[in-house]
């Protein structure tokens, strides 16, 4: 009987420990997603889910609920507080009686600004251990927050009791005093207020937030001035108090590889101050890192340093040397400067990314500025090929095209282009000046005529459109295009405005075929006089065949040779 | 000096009041409206895309009820905007068969000129106000791209007037949201401020990530912050005054707007100088001081106005100013991003704002959500201001995502009704749709005197919430509202004009304006609620109504206003 009864009993114990199993089994905790953490962080993060999640032998449930704290911990550490919820939830469920769990719960609430639910998982830790330091404060600054002014203030005020007596972590008195003059704030007792905000800078004075608050207190005291040198000290640090368990928490997320995260995050962002550090962090622990170095790089191109940028890109790509952006940026970088390696660094980002259009059209411009016209036209191609609406390439593309004098072909683009972007004002005068030089100045006219009504003659690119659709309506050998009245009206603006050997010729162009032959030769002659006194000769000859023309009563039928 | 008109006394016999439930309906496909704003997202995150739907009620064709203009958006590429036509509907009456008078909705952008120019911009918010003093109001639509300025030929008809007015610059034509018309330097002519948002290009993106390393839009901070534009009308055309005026020295990011005199307070009229507040998106926030010499200066952070009360700037979308608790001033509310609460700033006088979020309940309800369009509307007419918040998320919400909804930034809007000094959230009003909303434009379209309001959503459906408080009263021939339109002797709405209802217990002030909210432009009539405790001194009172022209023009008080219908009230002069 008594041999039966232990069977019984062990069979009891045993289905007791499956239920417990069941019951912690990993069922109700799903697998984080972590595709933007780095393989290390994965692997840490993963081995603490499968420690909480597989089956143990233990039936201690305090022993069961600590993997799941502790996976609660590094999911908080990361910045993943639905699933730090979820994980501390359990280790709370598992061990009730630990106040660690129930605070981390609090600090995941008030991460995902649920500050009722902190405020109430506080309070059942002050109701087990009501002189809890680290509780008090962050409960009444939840409070604070919540508008629940009393239970603040009552908070603050059993702190201040407690620093009195006992020893108290570093920072809890300037938490403390600003917590108190922000309440005496709120009663309209300024006062008090600039009291507690002056010793809180006392105690901290590296929590220049508080001059925020100064200010306004001494602001509605009347003194404006003071208020405003107050603001000049404003800072965004806040007074803080060592809180040991928070302390815990971060240390899981220290190192290198949860600095690249944040820095990575913060470069995102745009705080390159913050990235900025972080990043030299860990490349001071990871000379090596390549994205960290990368990072860095980005960080001072983005604020022209371009000598320290080059610096990173270099010794990330010593590193990995097959990195498109790095290979990329770096390119840019010196392609900017007029350096010759930037050719071959682009080259290599096209073939670390052959599918990129924007390592294409930059390896393209970088031809087209060494005059590598056809390599040049090629590379765009494939460009807009890969991406058929980046329009910058299909410019690029016209412009290389235009500038081997196949115009035909840079019309067609320059035509697709403006298709796709009607609004991209240069172009109407790269499609016109091609379509004229490839002797079609009656497609010319309508394109400039629509270009000058939408977008007016304002700025060099304005001026240009004007000075030529002048010239073509002064000179195109179709006869349905040509109106020298306008052509007149136009070059006379254009060349008060902007008066130049082109400009000039060209009122006298329109001068020419407005039949006004007589002024169209004496614009020319003060001309001929002031490109002579000027040495620049070369442009003499053709002048003097206009005038040959002009004296004849003949105007000029091609835009541009007389 | 008050000069008294005389206008009908009513004499207005007193029933009980009983609390009548708050009740909204979407009536927009009933009424004709079926408009979906198109973002033109396809996967490419293009910041713009999750901004944008402006919204305006204003009366185009000068029939006396509100006509909607509705921005729309188009398709971003690198080389620009692959815009879409802007849309108008006018609001028609007709008889059912049952002789019941009804409204429907008729999209006139073929007939109205809007279609005559083409869709050049990708369409964010829009302005209203009467540019040339012709008596019709005007509309300044802008655009991330180039803006564009429609003037109302006052027969039904728009006609592009941007280059004729000057407005035709490369500054306008960077990606701007919200616009205030207001008449700065008091001659009389309305100008103009244009709160611009990001120097951002298609094709020059940043690619960012959600918590769960998903692509989605960047934060604001990613790319760097433009200054506002400063119009300076001189008759028949703007002026750019940014820079002499002070506006283009700070750079903000700025998603909402409202001009009023922050020194009026009750039973002080003010310096007469409408000042100006700007709500920037991660940045503090700016409330330019009127000189009253041409020039505006910064004064939010000594105010109190610039940041909230832990000293921090938020990420302030939609903003809104009206006298919510009744002391003679007007108070600032703004709505923000999620995790951040919405901020109340209580005008204390004296050029201080205190942040009143807390203790007035209208930030906590806010914290899981971001808010954009946002008004304070008497919605159950009972004297005092209730609010309303449309939200919708601009990074992705986790659990949305993971449920597989493809556009996960939907979120519910949310009405808070005013409760003695605090404000309660209530459900179950007819806005449980959950869509991503952010322009909110208030008006009372069907004329029966409760606020209406019409809701833009990002590739949803426009929602236009008919108010059925009213409709589901019973109290017989108690009144219930009183509705007031200012103009100037030229006809056009006396834009930051005050109006007061006498009541035993001091007068209710409430602005005319079209300025506030997100993007969107609202009804310039001003409602006062007649029903609760208050109406009975009001009916002694015998609906006694002040005006306070801006720029300190002389006070007129009329007594006797009709209840439960609309007065328009002519101030003399122009302007």
Redesign the interface.
């Known amino acids: 009987m008594a041999g039966g009864r232990r069977v019984v009993g062990v069979v009891l114990i045993t289905l007791c420990q499956s239920l417990t199993f069941a019951s912690i089994g990993g069922a109700d905790l799903p697998p984080p997603?972590?595709?933007?953490?780095e393989p290390s962080v994965r692997d840490q993060i993963e081995a603490l889910y499968r420690a909480a999640t597989q089956e143990t032998e233990s039936a201690d449930p305090v022993a069961q609920a600590r993997p799941y704290g502790f996976l609660g911990e590094t999911y908080l550490a990361f910045?993943?507080p639905?699933e730090a919820r979820l994980a501390l939830e359990e280790a709370a469920r598992l061990d009730p009686q630990e106040p660690r769990w129930t605070y981390l719960r609090a600090l995941a609430a008030l991460g995902?600004?649920?500050?009722?639910d902190a405020a109430e998982l506080f309070d059942e830790i002050l109701h087990r251990r009501a002189d809890d330091l680290p509780t008090l404060l962050r409960s009444a600054a939840n409070h604070?927050?919540?508008?629940q002014i009393d239970e603040a203030r009552s908070k603050y005020e059993r702190a201040g009791k407690l620093i009195e007596e006992d020893s108290a972590p570093p920072g809890s008195a300037a938490v403390i005093r600003f917590g108190l003059g922000?309440l005496a704030a709120l009663a309209e007792r300024h006062e008090e207020a600039v009291g507690h905000y002056r010793q809180t800078i006392e105690l901290q004075p590296e929590a220049n937030?508080v001059y925020?608050?100064l200010?306004?207190s001494l602001?509605?005291l009347g003194d404006?001035e003071a208020?405003?040198e107050a603001?000049t000290r404003?800072g965004?640090r806040?007074p803080s108090f060592h809180d040991p368990v928070l302390a815990s928490v971060q240390r899981r997320a220290q190192g290198p590889q949860a600095d690249l995260l944040r820095g990575l995050k913060a470069l995102?962002?745009?705080?390159l101050d913050i990235a900025d550090a972080l990043l030299h962090r860990v490349v001071e622990q990871r000379p090596d890192d390549a994205e960290a170095l990368a990072g860095l790089g980005r960080i001072h191109q983005i604020r022209g340093e371009s000598d320290a940028a080059e610096r990173a890109y270099r010794k990330s790509l010593e590193s990995d040397a097959g990195s498109y952006r790095v290979l990329l940026n770096l390119g840019v970088l010196l392609a900017e400067r007029g350096d010759a390696e930037a050719l071959d660094l682009l080259r290599r980002a096209v073939t670390a990314d052959p599918l990129s259009s924007a390592a294409h059209l930059n390896l393209g411009l970088e031809l087209l500025r060494r005059t590598e016209l056809e390599p040049a036209e090629q590379v765009f191609r494939r460009a807009t090929e890969l991406?058929p609406?980046?329009?910058?390439a299909l410019d690029a593309l016209a412009r290389s095209q235009a500038a081997q004098g196949r115009f035909t072909s840079a019309i067609t683009s320059y035509q697709r282009?403006l298709d796709?972007?009607?609004?991209?004002s240069e172009a109407y005068f790269a499609l016109g000046l091609s379509q004229t030089l490839a002797g079609r100045c009656g497609e010319a006219g309508p394109v400039l005529s629509r270009a000058f009504e939408t977008f007016?003659s304002e700025g060099p690119e304005g001026l240009a459109r004007v000075g030529l659709l002048a010239r073509i309506l002064a000179t195109c050998p179709d006869a349905e295009i040509r109106d020298g009245a306008r052509a007149v009206e136009l070059a006379q603006t254009l060349f008060r405005r902007s008066p130049s050997l082109e400009t000039g010729r060209t009122l006298s162009m329109a001068l020419a075929e407005a039949g006004r032959f007589d002024e169209a030769a004496e614009q020319l002659r003060r001309l001929i006089t002031a490109v002579s006194r000027s040495g620049a000769t070369a442009a003499l000859p053709g002048l003097r065949r206009e005038l040959a023309l002009y004296e004849s009563h003949q105007p000029v039928r091609s835009p541009w040779d007389g | 000096m008050h000069r008294t008109a005389w206008l009908l006394l009513a004499f207005v016999p007193w029933a009980s009041y009983a609390e009548q439930p708050v009740r909204f309906v979407d009536r927009a496909a009933d009424w004709g409206v079926e408009f979906l704003y198109e973002s033109g997202r396809d996967g490419r995150f293009l910041e713009p895309e999750i901004f944008g739907s402006g919204v305006a009620l204003v009366d185009v064709d000068g029939d006396g009820d509100l006509d909607i203009f509705l921005a729309q958006g188009g398709r971003l590429?690198?080389?620009?905007?692959e815009a879409q036509r802007d849309e108008l509907y006018r609001q028609d009456l007709f008889v059912t068969a049952d002789g019941k008078v009804d409204r429907r909705f008729v999209e006139i952008g073929e007939i109205s000129g809007l279609a005559k120019e083409?869709a050049?911009g990708y369409g964010m918010g829009v302005a209203v106000g009467d540019v040339d003093g012709d008596g019709y109001p005007d509309l300044y639509v802008t655009n991330f791209?180039?803006d564009r300025l429609w003037r109302n030929r006052g027969d039904g008809t728009l006609e592009d007037a941007t280059a004729e007015f000057g407005l035709?610059t490369a500054a306008a034509a960077a990606w701007n949201v919200p616009a205030v018309f207001f008449d700065y330097d008091a001659d009389g002519r309305l100008d103009l401020w244009v709160g611009r948002y990001l120097d951002y290009r298609v094709?020059a993106d940043?690619?960012?990530?959600s918590?769960?390393?998903?692509r989605d839009y960047?934060?604001p901070?990613?790319?760097p912050a433009l200054s506002d534009l400063l119009w300076h009308n001189v008759g028949g055309g703007f002026e750019d005054v940014s820079a002499s005026a002070g506006i283009a020295a700070q750079p903000g990011r700025a998603l909402g707007g409202v001009a009023f005199d922050v020194d009026v307070q009750a039973g002080d009229e003010g310096d007469g100088r409408f000042d100006l507040y700007v709500a920037n998106d991660l940045g503090e926030n700016f409330l330019w001081r009127n000189r009253g010499d041409g020039t505006f200066v910064d004064e939010a952070?000594?105010a109190?106005a610039a940041?909230n009360?832990?000293?921090?700037a938020e990420g302030s979308m939609g903003v809104e100013a009206q006298d919510y608790d009744g002391d003679g001033d007007d108070d600032l509310f703004m709505t923000h991003t999620?995790?951040a609460t919405n901020t109340l700033f209580e005008n204390r006088g004296g050029w201080?704002f205190d942040d009143r979020?807390?203790?007035s309940?209208l930030?906590?309800p806010s914290?899981?959500t971001t808010g954009f369009g946002t008004v304070f509307l008497d919605v159950d007419l009972d004297g005092d201001l209730d609010l309303f918040l449309a939200n919708g998320a601009v990074r992705a919400i986790?659990?949305l995502a993971k449920a597989g909804d493809e556009f996960p930034y939907r979120e519910p809007d949310l009405l808070l009704l005013r409760e003695g000094s605090t404000y309660r959230e209530v459900d179950d009003v007819g806005l449980e749709r959950s869509d991503v909303a952010r322009a909110a434009a208030l008006g009372d379209l069907d004329e029966d005197g409760d606020p209406d309001l019409v809701v833009g959503h990002l590739d949803a459906p426009v929602e236009i919430l008919e108010n059925r408080t009213l409709s589901g009263s019973s109290g017989g021939d108690q009144p219930s509202w009183l509705g007031v339109r200012v103009l100037s002797g030229d006809g056009s709405d006396l834009l930051g004009s005050r109006v007061g209802l006498r009541t035993g217990q001091g007068i209710v002030w409430r602005r005319v304006r079209t300025d506030g909210s997100y993007a969107a432009a609202h009804d310039p009539r001003v409602l006062f609620g007649l029903r609760g405790s208050e109406a009975r001194s009001r009916a002694v009172a015998g609906n006694t109504v002040e005006i306070r022209p801006a720029a300190n023009g002389r006070p007129l008080r009329w007594r006797g206003l009709p209840s439960d219908s609309y007065s328009v009230l002519r101030m003399p002069g122009g302007g």
């Open positions: 997603r972590l595709d933007r953490f910045e993943l639905e995902a600004g649920r500050r009722a604070l927050d919540l508008g922000q937030a925020y608050h200010a306004r602001h509605r404006p208020a405003r603001l404003r965004d806040a995102d962002a745009g705080r991406n609406e980046d329009a910058d282009l796709m972007d009607p609004q991209r007016g | 590429t690198p080389a620009g905007v083409p050049d791209g180039p035709q094709g940043v690619e960012c990530t918590r769960a390393g998903a960047c934060g901070l990613v790319y952070l000594l109190g940041i009360w832990r000293g921090e999620t995790l201080l979020s807390r203790e309940g930030g906590p914290v899981g986790e659990t």
